[in-house]
């Protein structure tokens, strides 16, 4: 079965520090893969997605990320977090049957 | 813009009680799924329907259940609720094929079984 794994519990940067959030896959054929983010008190919404062609995609919000198939890796980065970037953040991977498979999120404090 | 509504932002309700959660999407997608969210535990899929009276059960069926009489409308039911299910609860869509299109969400339902 399919599986995301993403590393990171828990975040705390301050503002305008680098960010690079980990997600690991465990689906060894095609995939398709999602980052979510999720801020306070609202619904979960696409950062980015990549299907297919450029590994690097880019995403809303200054976000990237970066598909390495050789590494089962699809990690978010950010070159200088904000304060309003505190959220949760879901890494996803489609699943056979049209439905996605999530990581277990990972918690971004940006100090001000 | 696609628009996941779900009836309710807050829920309490009492062990044993039947309950029922109501999403409603206003882009004629095809598919239509239940996700709760649990602190350290991401979001399971509960279940998962791709159209108007079929329904797959995902990840951590136990003890819900889920009707999908219109296409626009997709219900869980907690058959007998228990403490055990204190949980966020968020609905999805998609459009069908959708092995490459996002799922929309809704805000979500804090439900609190005492």
């Known amino acids: 079965a399919q599986s995301v794994s993403q590393h990171n519990h828990h975040v705390i940067l301050s503002e305008a520090a680098s960010l690079e959030l980990g997600c690991n896959y465990s689906?060894?054929?095609?995939?398709?893969l999602f980052w979510y983010v999720q801020y306070p008190g609202q619904h979960l919404q696409l950062l980015l997605k990549?299907?297919?062609?450029?590994?690097l995609v880019k995403g809303i919000k200054g976000f990237e990320a970066e598909f390495i198939k050789s590494k089962f890796s699809f990690n978010l980065r950010k070159p200088s977090v904000q304060w309003s970037d505190t959220a949760e953040y879901f890494c996803a991977v489609a699943g056979s049957q049209g439905n996605l498979i999530f990581g277990k999120g990972t918690k971004l404090s940006v100090k001000p | 813009d696609v628009k996941v509504t779900q009836s309710s932002r807050y829920l309490v309700k009492r062990t044993g009680e039947k309950v029922f959660l109501e999403c409603v999407q206003d882009?004629?997608?095809?598919?239509m799924f239940w996700y709760r969210q649990d602190p350290g535990l991401g979001l399971r899929l509960i279940y998962f329907?791709?159209?108007?009276?079929?329904?797959e059960k995902g990840d951590i069926p136990e003890g819900y259940s889920v009707s999908r009489e219109k296409k626009e409308r997709f219900s869980l039911i907690l058959e007998s609720a228990s403490t055990n299910q204190t949980s966020m609860y968020l609905c999805?869509?998609?459009?069908?094929?959708?092995?490459?299109?996002?799922?929309?969400f809704g805000d979500g339902t804090r439900l609190s079984i005492l």
């Open positions: 990549y299907f297919s062609g450029d590994p």
């Open positions: 689906y060894g054929g095609t995939v398709n």
């Open positions: 999805a869509s998609s459009p069908t094929g959708a092995y490459n299109q996002p799922q929309h």
């Open positions: 882009m004629d997608h095809e598919n």
């Open positions: 329907s791709y159209d108007v009276k079929m329904k």
